[in-house]
């Protein structure tokens, strides 16, 4: 009995460090002037998250994302990548087609059809040689198409940096990436899900040391990245011109 | 034959180059393919030598980027309060911190290419946007757009825009930070220690 509760307490004990934390940042960040930023309310909350996401990358995931880089050759990690990004083809092609783009969400099936057969379960990106571009839409896009506003910033560890609004687009694409959905192995999905984890976290590996040296504030550099780049995608790429203070 | 034909193409691209009224997307995608040229020739550059680099930036990109313009796009809008002297020393610190940024993204080049989008501008403009994007095996093309405005040297290049990031003013939120904390002087000493422990880390 008292060592299933202390079993109980172990699993959840890092979710009770993490809320302790965010505690102790939120009352201890209050009394140090921070950007008033309308965008990240929750600011002192979000650094905290970040310290421990920047922790758990440095100790785990960025090891294992250049392990991997160094092993794999490059075909292979193509055929990886591919595997993932043509799953994630339904998601964009119905997003597409909820934001009234009929031919970009026909484009996004086409996709997922032609890779999915004559690509060997998407293992090679057929589609984008014959002409089909890759789309670039997400349910956090849809729902800001809808009119949904922004929300509040939020910097969870592992997830990463997220408006209020994608957070739940987020949530609902992963719904609708069917890799998960018939998988009852959960050995299989777990390390399908760590595959995925790892090799987008390649991806991300030549830009390192690009913000390191850039940043003056990682934190906030990141911030103002990540909004931009989803004001730029919500606009697909033309969004009105930035305003000019002079 | 074929060498003289190449000495001389090179002769006009660079008569090309240095000409005021040299069109703005002519002028982007010739700086493009000078630099990618540079580099896709020099081990040291892909090997990660940060001082070639930036001497290439210094004389093949510099003197096509207005310094001024983007640091008081960066600053926003206390740029306004700022003397000519701190102007000054704030674009001075700000050129050396993009440089450096370039620099790191010319050094994990691999074997990208570049392809210019289409461009039209009307006979008056002074301000236009250039769109080209980077190529790479195996991933989607990544959007790199140019602000340019015209000036009286001809056309400067103002903003860069990597796949909808600013790279100017994404530094709007650290900039206002540091002024609230330490006044404009502030800031600059900020990019100033950063500007410094990026070059004694190169060193080490």
């Known amino acids: 009995m008292n060592q299933k509760t202390e079993s109980h307490a172990a699993r959840h004990g890092w979710r009770a460090a993490l809320a302790t934390l965010a505690l102790a940042c939120i009352a201890g960040c209050a009394g140090t002037p921070r950007a008033p930023s309308d965008k990240d309310p929750y600011e002192g909350f979000n650094r905290a998250m970040f310290e421990v996401h920047e922790g758990i990358d440095k100790a785990a995931l960025k090891p294992l994302a250049r392990g991997y880089d ?34 970009e969400g026909m484009n996004g099936f086409a996709r997922l059809l032609v890779n999915s057969t004559v690509g060997i379960f998407g293992l090679f990106d057929v589609a984008s040689e014959l002409g089909f571009d890759q789309g670039d839409e997400d349910f956090g896009q849809t729902l ?35 890799l998960w959905w018939d998988l009852d192995d959960v050995r299989l999905r777990n390390s399908l899900m760590a595959l995925r984890a790892v090799e987008y976290r390649a991806a991300l590996l030549p830009a390192d040391k690009v913000v390191e040296e850039a940043a003056l504030d990682k934190y906030a550099y990141l911030r103002a990245a990540y909004l931009q780049r989803r004001h730029a995608q919500i606009h697909d790429g033309r969004p009105p011109q930035a305003q000019d203070v002079e | 034959m074929q060498r003289l034909f190449a000495f001389l193409f090179s002769v006009l691209l660079s008569t090309l180059a240095l000409a005021q009224d040299v069109a703005p997307d002519v002028l982007v995608r010739s700086v493009t393919e000078d630099v990618l040229a540079a580099v896709r020739q020099d081990k040291d550059i892909q090997n990660g030598n940060t001082q070639k680099t930036i001497a290439l930036i210094q004389t093949k990109v510099l003197p096509y980027f207005n310094f001024q313009r983007m640091t008081a796009l960066a600053v926003g809008r206390d740029w306004r309060q700022a003397t000519p002297q701190q102007k000054e020393q704030l674009a001075r610190q700000f050129q050396e911190l993009l440089v450096r940024t370039y620099s790191n993204a010319l050094n994990s080049y691999r074997d990208q290419t570049v392809r210019y989008r289409p461009f039209k501008m009307n006979p008056g403009d002074t301000d236009v946007l250039v769109r080209t994007e980077v190529l790479q095996p195996g991933a989607r093309p990544i959007q790199l757009d140019y602000s340019l405005e015209k ?20 530094y709007r939120d650290s900039f206002a930070q540091e002024i609230r904390a330490g006044g404009i002087d502030g800031l600059i000493r900020s990019l100033e220690a950063k500007n410094k422990s990026l070059a004694a880390g190169k060193a080490a």
């Open chain 2, 151 to 170: 000036t009286e040297a001809g056309w400067k290049v103002y903003d860069v825009v990597v796949a909808g990031v600013s790279l100017v003013t994404n």
């Open chain 1, 70 to 103: 160094a092993v794999m050759p490059l075909p292979a990690r193509m055929g990886v990548h591919n595997f993932y990004e043509n799953i994630w083809d339904l998601s964009r092609g119905t997003n597409a087609l909820l934001q009234g783009k009929g031919s």
């Open chain 1, 144 to 178: 800001a198409v809808w009119g949904v506003p922004d929300g509040p910033y939020v910097f969870l560890p592992i997830i990463g940096p997220n408006t209020g609004r994608d957070l739940v687009g987020w949530g609902v694409d992963q719904l609708f990436y069917p």
